[in-house]
C-alpha cells in the first residue's frame, strides 16, 4: 500500500503551488483559486493522517468537512468582494486596490 | 518501494492530476482555462479522497469543489470579464514568490522524509489498522453531543453568515 510521506508530499507539493500563485498572481480570481489549492492540500493532509493513524476515530474526516464548509463561505465571499470591486472599480487586479495601501 | 498494482497506478495518475491541474492554475494567463485545470486538481484530490477510503468526503469534494466552487469561480471571471483585461499574469516579484514556494517546499519535505529515511522496514508507513470508520460513523460524530455538533452548529450558522453576507456584498445598490 502507499506510504503516509508520499500523501504527504503531495500535499506539500500542491500547498507550495498554491503559495506561489497567491504571491505571484495578479488577478484577484487567481487568488482565489490558489487559495483553494491550499485548502485542498490540507484537506488531504488531514484525511491521510486520519486514515494512517486514527482510522476508527472521526477526527480527521470531521475536520476535513469543517474544511469543506470554511472553503465554501470563503468561496463565496471572496467571488462577491471581487464583483463589488470590479463594479466600482472596473478591475480585478489586485495592485490596482489600493485605496487602503499608506 | 511502490509495488505495481491497481492503488499505486491509481495513486500516481491522481498525483499527476492534482500537481498538473495545480501548476495550471498558477501558470495560464486565460482564467476559464484556470478554473477548468482546478477542476482536474480537485477531481485528483477526490481520487485520494476514495483511495484513502473516505467516500463520504469524495463524493463532497465532487458536489461542493466541483459543482458548486469551480462553477462559482467560472460566474465570477465571465462577470468580471477579467481574462480579457488582463495584460500580465504575474506581478514583478513573481520570482521572489517562486524562491518563496521551491524553499517552503524544501523545508516540508525535508520535514516528511527525514523521519522516515533510512527506517526502511522499521518504518513501513501502513495505516495502524485496516478497520476504518465508516460514512455512518462520520454521520453519528457530526451530530454526537460529545464529539462535533456543537462545531457543527457553528460551521452551519458561519455558512448561513456568510451566505447572507456574500448577498449583501455583491448586490447592486441602487
Known amino acids: ?102 | 518501494m511502490i509495488t505495481i498494482n491497481a492503488q499505486s497506478i491509481a495513486f500516481i495518475l491522481f498525483s499527476l492530476f492534482i500537481l498538473g491541474g495545480g501548476l495550471g492554475v498558477v501558470t495560464t494567463r486565460n482564467l476559464i482555462h484556470g478554473a477548468l485545470y482546478l477542476v482536474l486538481s480537485l477531481f485528483g484530490v477526490a481520487g485520494f479522497f476514495v483511495l484513502l477510503s473516505a467516500p463520504f468526503l469524495a463524493a463532497v469534494q465532487v458536489l461542493v469543489y466541483i459543482g458548486a466552487i469551480a462553477i462559482l469561480i467560472i460566474f465570477a471571471v465571465m462577470l468580471t470579464r477579467s481574462m480579457t483585461s488582463l495584460t500580465e499574469a504575474f506581478n514583478r516579484q513573481w520570482w521572489l514568490g517562486a524562491l518563496v514556494g521551491a524553499l517552503l517546499f524544501v523545508f516540508l519535505a525535508a520535514g516528511i522524509i527525514l523521519p522516515v529515511w533510512g527506517a526502511g522496514s522499521a518504518y513501513a508507513g501502513q495505516p495502524v489498522s485496516e478497520v476504518v470508520a465508516t460514512t455512518t460513523d462520520l454521520g453519528v460524530a457530526l451530530v454526537d453531543g460529545n464529539q462535533y455538533v456543537l462545531p457543527f452548529e457553528v460551521a452551519s450558522l458561519l455558512l448561513t453568515a456568510a451566505m447572507i453576507g456574500a448577498i449583501v456584498i455583491a448586490r447592486d445598490d441602487e
Open chain 1, 1 to 102: 500500500m502507499i506510504a503516509l510521506w508520499m500523501y504527504l508530499l503531495v500535499a506539500a507539493a500542491l500547498f507550495c503551488i498554491g503559495t506561489y500563485g497567491v504571491l505571484t498572481r495578479r488577478n484577484a480570481v487567481s487568488i482565489l483559486m490558489s487559495i483553494e489549492l491550499m485548502l485542498n492540500a490540507v484537506n488531504i493532509n488531514l484525511v491521510a493522517f486520519w486514515r494512517y493513524l486514527t482510522p476508527q476515530n472521526m477526527s480527521g474526516q470531521a475536520f476535513s468537512a469543517f474544511v469543506f464548509v470554511i472553503a465554501a463561505a470563503e468561496a463565496a465571499v471572496g467571488l462577491a468582494i471581487i464583483i463589488s470591486v470590479y463594479r466600482n472599480r472596473k478591475s480585478v487586479i489586485v495592485d490596482d486596490v489600493n485605496l487602503l495601501k499608506w
